[in-house]
């Protein structure tokens, strides 16, 4: 790739991919909101072209837009956090501004149009997610996912594009603060209390942004048209393996209230990735083992905790 037009280029996934493009040599016209944005973040980068816009506004401002480009990443998505995950407004916001930014890609001439998708999708589909995966949203997020997946898909056909959907695994980083059980267990153990938790049986699948840049740097690449990937580290393994690795990189002799609470329902939950598709098409390997990457969370909250003190 030696183009591409990222939208959502200052949020947590855009603005690392950014980077990531930057030092592969590759030249970013990135579109960020005029209210929401954070160009700050990524407006000191070599080989970065700002656009300020919302998704709508891109078609009155394609003069400030390359002729064409190799690849456009759309990122740009709004009701991310739990609390909005049913805001049935919002989300179907998300659906018109993914079609709209098809159809403005299309002027573009991109050899493809990559969006990210979550394993919201399919959280009660119990296996490791692949292409033949059964969708089971929880929530207006996730169905309104698999919509654009498919209305996306039809609507670049249209266009002559090519068109990669990828759904990615629970992404974790120094940089970034969740409202997950691993952030919520890092914060109790540094404060040496015993967190509350249920059994955590359900498989789970973390990885690292660094992993998951590189995944979507390959997909630009080497990606197939019309192929349904995965990201993630492919540990798939239950969710109290994760925790009991946290707890003893802070302190073995720490408590864990695992079986403390009790599950609200007894459908569990499922967040695993099937990596075979990425890995055959790109080559694509993770690199960053869970216990190595989580040291940076952990040393970014001790390091918050010191300086509330």
Not at 118 to 134: C, Q
Not at 249 to 258: E, H, K, S, T, V
Not at 269 to 287: E, Y
Request: aromatic content about 12%; some cysteine; glycine content about 8%.
């Amino acid at each position: 790739m030696q183009r591409v037009v990222i939208t959502g280029a200052d949020g947590f996934i855009g603005s690392h991919f950014t980077r990531k493009c930057i030092e592969e040599g590759v030249e970013v016209w990135a579109v960020v909101h005029p209210k929401y944005g954070r160009k700050e973040k990524i407006e000191n980068l070599p080989g970065v072209h700002i656009v300020v816009s919302d998704i709508q506004g891109m078609f009155s401002k394609i003069d400030k837009f390359p002729r064409s480009v190799d690849a456009f990443y759309h990122f740009s998505w709004k009701g991310i956090n739990a609390n909005d995950r049913d805001d049935f407004d919002c989300q179907m916001e998300n659906m018109g501004m993914n079609l709209d930014a098809v159809r403005f890609a299309a002027y573009l001439r991109p050899r493809v149009f990559i969006v990210p998708g979550s394993t919201n999708e399919y959280l009660y589909y119990g296996k490791p997610i692949n292409e033949n995966a059964i969708p089971s949203p929880p929530n207006a997020y996730g169905s309104v996912k698999i919509a654009i997946r498919y209305l996306s898909q039809l609507y670049a056909r249209k266009f002559g594009m090519g068109f990669v959907y990828v759904v990615i695994a629970g992404i974790y980083a120094s940089d970034r603060k969740d409202n997950n059980v691993i952030y919520y267990t890092i914060e109790r153990l540094l404060r040496g209390e015993k967190p509350a938790l249920t059994k955590l049986e359900q498989l789970w699948d973390y990885v690292h942004i660094d992993d998951v840049v590189e995944a979507l740097y390959l997909l630009g690449n080497k990606g197939k048209n019309d192929v349904f990937y995965t990201v993630g580290r492919g540990d798939n393994q239950p969710l109290y393996k994760y925790i009991e690795t946290i707890r003893n990189l802070i302190n073995p002799d720490l408590p864990l209230g695992i079986g403390d609470v009790p599950y609200m329902s007894d459908k569990l939950p499922c967040s695993c990735v099937d990596l075979t598709a990425i890995k055959r098409d790109t080559g694509f390997q993770p690199k960053v083992d869970f216990e190595d990457g989580i040291k940076g969370v952990i040393e970014m909250l001790r390091q918050e905790m010191m300086n509330e003190k």
